[in-house]
């Protein structure tokens, strides 16, 4: 159970391959759905016999569709029979430590907690992630992935995976073969973005900007300002750091990311970041139809670029 249901279903696909040999599956293993199932089928279940092998695995995924009734599931956890193997996934939250059903998996079988990796443990869990694959990743392309693909564990692992397969083994990934193989551009993000407004750099930030408005399906305008928000909310976390050795663990961000951080602060005084605020809110409300009604999304970003770099 827990936040991250990435963990969840490694555990699950792996006892899937593991407990029920493959001539047995058809009779030995049964998948069901709390969204579509109830406790007393669950029930009828996990008291079934295997019947070609000497274990039947009972796997529940979306369990937490079951909340109200799960805790009916104690007085069998209490006492499970020995050849069955009942795997609850409960994804997304956990189920209410005092009930009794959690007690008595605790004392009669295994509670997994799968707890959500905080932003800047991703870019290691990427890193280790790769060697999996056998993937070599340089410091730049770990970036560009943290960066797009955000927390959503099961999606970078499919992403990397893909990867493994277009490139096979012990390849180098570089920045123009992610471009490739996933789809976005390094040059024209809106994590390049937030490097050029960082700098000030207001030529490269319109180029930017324009090849994103023509692409606002793969780049929405919320996506955007809500990312550089961010951006510039751990700016002004920096300015107020009495030590940059502390940066990383403050701003929770990979140690590879303090640089721009350092690097913006020379360029956006403590006021000037405040104000990007009220920048950031203005473009936001207007893309939502406040005080700019059909405006063209181009023209606010060309907008929010200027006003950031004119701060």
Not at 191 to 202: C, I, P, T, V
Not at 234 to 255: E, N
Request: charged letters at 25%; proline letters at 4%; aromatic letters at 10%.
């Amino acid at each position: 159970m827990g936040e991250e249901p990435y963990f969840i279903d490694q555990i699950s696909d792996r006892l899937m391959a593991r407990v029920v040999e493959e001539h047995a599956r058809d009779f030995d293993m049964t998948v069901l759905y709390g969204k579509d199932t109830n406790v007393d089928q669950i029930l009828e279940a996990v008291k079934r016999y295997p019947m070609l092998g000497n274990q039947q695995l009972i796997i529940v995924r979306e369990a937490q569709y079951l909340e109200r009734s799960i805790d009916q599931l104690a007085s069998y956890c209490a006492k499970p029979q020995a050849q069955t193997v009942l795997v609850l996934c409960y994804k997304y939250k956990k189920v209410d430590q005092r009930k009794k059903v959690v007690k008595n998996i605790t004392q009669n079988g295994i509670v997994f907690l799968s707890k959500a990796l905080y932003d800047d443990k991703v870019p290691s869990w990427i890193a280790e992630r790769a060697t999996h694959f056998k993937l070599s990743l340089a410091q730049t392309s770990l970036g560009m992935l943290a960066a797009y693909l955000g927390s959503d564990l099961g999606k970078i692992d499919r992403e990397l995976e893909k990867l493994s397969l277009a490139l096979g083994e012990s390849t180098e990934v570089t920045p123009a073969l992610i471009e490739k193989h996933i789809g976005f551009s390094k040059a024209f993000n809106v994590f390049e973005l937030q490097k050029a407004l960082g700098s000030r750099n207001l030529h490269l930030a319109y180029r930017i900007v324009q090849y994103m408005a023509q692409n606002p399906n793969q780049h929405p305008i919320t996506v955007t300002v809500s990312t550089l928000f961010l951006f510039f909310q751990k700016l002004f976390m920096y300015h107020s750091l009495p030590s940059p050795s502390q940066a990383a663990k403050a701003l929770g961000v990979h140690p590879f990311f303090v640089k721009d951080y350092e690097a913006a602060s020379k360029k956006f005084s403590l006021r000037q970041t405040a104000q990007v605020f009220t920048v950031l809110q203005t473009i936001d409300r207007k893309s939502k139809g406040v005080g700019a009604h059909n405006y063209p999304v181009s023209e606010l970003l060309k907008e929010m670029v200027l006003k950031i770099v004119s701060v």
